[in-house]
Every structure is written in C-alpha cells, then in structure tokens.
C-alpha cells in the first residue's frame, strides 16, 4: 500500500520556487503599471532570481545544523532561526547585494523608484517562504527572539497539487523562453497526472484538481499579463483560504466530539489534510489528566459534501502502541485509537535524560517505547506512520552517554504538560 509522503520535512522548494515566479511576476506587473517609461529587462530578470532565490534561502539551514550532533541537529535546527523575522531581514540585506552587484556587472541604468520596488521583492521572498512552512503542522519560529514558541497553521500538506494547478498556468504565458514554458508545463502536467495514480487522491478530487488546472490555463491563455498575474495570485490565496477554513472546521468537529466534562485537560488539537484533500483530515488530540493521553483520528470538515467513509486508508502503521480509544464516532470523527504513557514518565524524561529534554524542544505529540536493550524509540506522533523509524524518530539511552551541544532555546511545544502542574 502507498503510504503518504511524510509531511514534517518542508514545504517542497519546488512550491517555494514556483511561489516566488509568482511575487517577481506580479512584482513586474504593479512596476510596470507605475513606471513612467518601459520597465527594464534587466529589473524583470533580477526580480525573478531575487525571489526564487529568496523563497528557497530559508531552508539552508541544513548547513549549520551539525553543529548539534546527529541525529538531533535535522530536527532542532531546521526551521528554526533562518526561519525567524531576523533572518528574514538578514536574507533580503543579502539578496539586495546581489542585485546590487548584478546591476554594476550588466551596468543597468535603475532608478530610485526601481531599487525601492527590488527592496520590496527582496523582502517578501523569504517572508512569503516563512509564511509558507508556517500554514503547516511543523510549524516555525518567526517571533524570536521575542517569542520562542512554536507557530502552527495545521492547515496546508507538504505538497499541494492545486497549487500548482492555480499558480502555473499563468507563470506559462508569462514565460518569455520556449523551455521556461514547457518546464513549466511538464511540472503541471506530472503533479496533475500523479495525482490519478496515488490511492490517498480519491478520483473525483483528481478530476477535480484537473478541471481546476484546464480552467486557469484557459483563463490565463488570452489574459492581459495584469490580469494573468492576478488570476495566479488570488488563485493560490483562493487555494489557501480554502484549507484554513476546512482546518478550522475540523479542529472545531475534534473538540466537540470528546465532549470532555473538563474541557482544560485538553491541550492541543493538530490537524492535516490529504494532498488535494480539503475534505478529510487526519487529527492528533494532547491531553492530560492521571495520564498523558494521545488520541488519533480522521476527520471530516463538510460531512454533508463529503462523508467519513470516502477519507482514503493512509497506511499509517505507527511505531507507537496504539489501544482502541473508548470515544464514539460522530458524523465528523472516527477515532482510529489512542496512545497511553505516565505523565510522571515524560516529566522525569525531560526532568533528567538531557537526550530527551533535546527533543522536547521540538516534539509537539511525543510518544516512546522502551526497547530491551536499554534505550528508548523517542519520536513525534505527528510523523510517526510506519513500524521503522521515522524521520522524527530518534533512538536515545535511558541513561545518556552524551548531551546534545547547541540545543536551541525553543519553547517546548508540550510545556503545557512538562510544568508539573
């Protein structure tokens, strides 16, 4: 059985790269409605390598992250402070030297108002990327050092096929070069198409997804290049709005299905959709009360559009011991099973394995196994789909060998449960 791409590691930099088309073209069309004589080729170039850069430096942050020993470095370091408003900053001071030097080589005659213009293509690059990884349920920091707890948006997977359908369509009749456009049209034509072949895309949200891609092509064809750029635009938000909206209504169906008599023992909801699935999510419930209690389960926004039975089966056989939850379904939630543990447990973990206490900067819904050779399968039920390790899966020692060194000073998701309280 397919199993669903796991979702913790990034917005894909393929989206990230195409979001950035998306600002330099529409950056290109508010500059030329506003400029006095023919925008420059030169600008148009340097806007869309500025922002497809820009979109894509945040997640360099694979190149510091071993200065925290593997494998604890990939998830404390990732994003985490390239994905911050500092760095932001730091990363559009960057792209504007760049630009800068791009300009004395070509010796490309700017003016204020052009520089003012790249300024703000510069700016909203890695913002727009920060904002990206901040729709899923990884979660980023972008408030430090302000703040340094986690920012969720719970409502966008990794990969987004109608992203795609809305956004390339009118980045093909923008494109001024034959291979730009057929690149562009492969990469529409492989997310459309795979998206018939994975069984977790049910066949009508495929054709769906098809229909939605002919349609802004069809648009997009004879379009003036304003109205080109503002069919992308307001199509990719339209995209966005719509899982937002479905993400809040499952998050409201979780709450009302525990019908808990004490409503604060419930500490956090995180909800996914399927790729190209607004329709059906998976959900993670954090509770407390004599225990640490973790339940999991499928959820449906619009039960009267779309029912339970249609979700697809994810194939999520977990590494984490799963017991058959004593909660009813409802017309909106089937509770698939929930995991158990001691909270004295996972306060102790944190209060004395430094390994642990490490990965608590990051694990939003942990859970553990104790194995027979002494150490502990520490992971995040987030990620958490197959018997193996996963990406957020980490073997540590009951009685740790070593301390993770440069340990960021995130919030721990769950602090909630971690106080003692």
Same mark, same amino acid.
């Given at each position: 059985?397919?199993? &669903?791409?796991?979702?913790?590691? !990034? ?94 080589? !070509? ?5 204020? @108002? ?8 510069? &700016?909203?690059?890695p913002l727009t990327h920060i904002a990206m990884d901040s729709s899923n349920n990884y979660g980023t920091h972008p408030f430090w050092p302000f703040y ?35 690149? &562009? ?9 795979? @998206? ?21 092509? @069809? ?9 080109? @750029? ?5 199509? $990719? ?35 996914t959709p399927l790729p190209a699935n607004p329709f059906c999510f998976t959900a993670l419930t954090v509770e407390k009360g004599g225990s640490y209690i ?43 099973? *929930? ?5 004295? *447990? ?34 995040? &039920? ?15 020692? *009951?009685?740790?060998?070593? $301390? ?6 995130? !919030? ?10």
């Amino acid at each position: 059985m397919s199993r &669903l791409p796991n979702d913790g590691a !990034r917005v894909d930099n393929l989206t990230h790269a195409l979001a950035g088309m998306l600002t330099a073209e529409a950056a290109v069309q508010l500059r030329a409605s506003r400029a006095s004589s023919s925008l420059s080729p030169s600008w148009r170039s340097a806007a869309y390598v500025a922002a497809v850069v820009g979109n894509n430096l945040p997640d360099l942050d694979f190149l510091w992250s071993g200065i925290t020993p593997r494998p604890f470095g990939y998830l404390l370091h990732h994003r985490g402070h390239s994905h911050t408003l500092p760095a932001a900053l730091a990363c559009t001071l960057l792209l504007m030297a760049g630009v800068v030097a791009f300009t004395r080589v !070509r010796r490309a005659a700017w003016s204020r @108002a052009d520089v003012v213009w790249m300024l703000v293509v510069c &700016l909203a690059a890695p913002l727009t990327h920060i904002a990206m990884d901040s729709s899923n349920n990884y979660g980023t920091h972008p408030f430090w050092p302000f703040y340094s707890g986690w920012i969720y948006g719970d409502a966008v997977f990794i990969v987004e096929p109608f992203f795609w359908a809305v956004g390339i369509p009118p980045l093909v009749f923008a494109a001024r070069s034959n291979v730009t456009r057929l690149t &562009l049209l492969a990469l529409l034509a492989f997310g459309v198409g795979a @998206a018939f072949f994975v069984p977790f895309v049910p066949p009508p949200l495929a054709v769906a997804l098809a229909v939605v891609a002919a349609s802004c092509t @069809a648009m997009s064809w004879r379009a003036a290049p304003r109205v080109r @750029a503002l069919i992308g635009v307001v199509g $990719c938000w339209t995209v966005a709005a719509t899982f937002f909206l479905a993400s809040h209504e499952a998050t409201t169906a979780v709450r009302g299905a525990l019908d808990e008599p004490f409503p604060d023992e419930l500490l956090d909801v995180v909800v996914t959709p399927l790729p190209a699935n607004p329709f059906c999510f998976t959900a993670l419930t954090v509770e407390k009360g004599g225990s640490y209690i973790a339940r999991r389960a499928t959820v449906v926004p619009w039960p009267s559009i779309y029912s339970l039975d249609k979700c697809p089966d994810t194939g999520e056989r977990p590494t984490a011991r799963f017991v058959p939850s004593p909660k009813f379904d409802t017309r909106q939630v089937h509770w698939r099973g *929930e995991y158990v543990a001691s909270l004295a *447990e996972l306060r102790a973990l944190y209060r004395d394995n430094c390994q642990a206490a490490a990965l608590l900067c990051f694990m939003r819904v942990p859970y553990w196994v104790p194995e027979e050779d002494g150490t502990l399968v520490f992971g995040d &039920l987030r990620y958490d789909r197959s018997p193996g390790l996963d990406f957020s899966d980490i073997r540590i020692d *009951e009685k740790p060998s070593f $301390c993770p060194t440069a340990v960021p000073s995130w !919030r721990p998701p769950r602090h909630d449960l971690l106080d003692g309280n």
